[in-house]
C-alpha cells in the first residue's frame, strides 16, 4: 500500500506541475482550465490517498485484534490439553494400583 499511495502522490506531483507550466496568465485573470482541472486531481488524490490510509489504519487493527484472539484461543487449547494430559496421567496412575 506504500507504494500505491507514492504513486497518487507522484501523480499528483506531475499533475501539480503540467498545470502550473500550462498556465502562463497573469494572476489577475484567475486560474486556467488546466490549473482548475490539476486542483481538482490533485484533491481527489488526497482524498484518495487519506481513504486508503484509514482502510490500511482499520485492516491493521483488525488484524491485531484477530492476533489477540488467536493468541487466546491457543492458549486455552493448551492449558486444556495439559489438564487432559494430566487426567489421563492419573487415571493410568490409579489403573495400575
Known sequence: MQQFKNLLIAIAAGVFLMSASACEK???????????????????????????????????????????KAREVGKEAIDKAKEVSKDAADKVKDDKK
Open 26 to 68: 497573469g494572476k489577475e485573470q484567475g486560474p486556467g482550465p488546466a490549473e482548475k482541472a490539476g486542483a481538482a486531481i490533485g484533491q481527489a488524490v488526497d482524498r484518495a490517498t487519506e481513504k486508503a490510509g484509514e482502510a490500511m489504519e482499520k485492516t491493521g487493527e483488525t488484524l491485531k485484534e484477530a492476533g489477540a
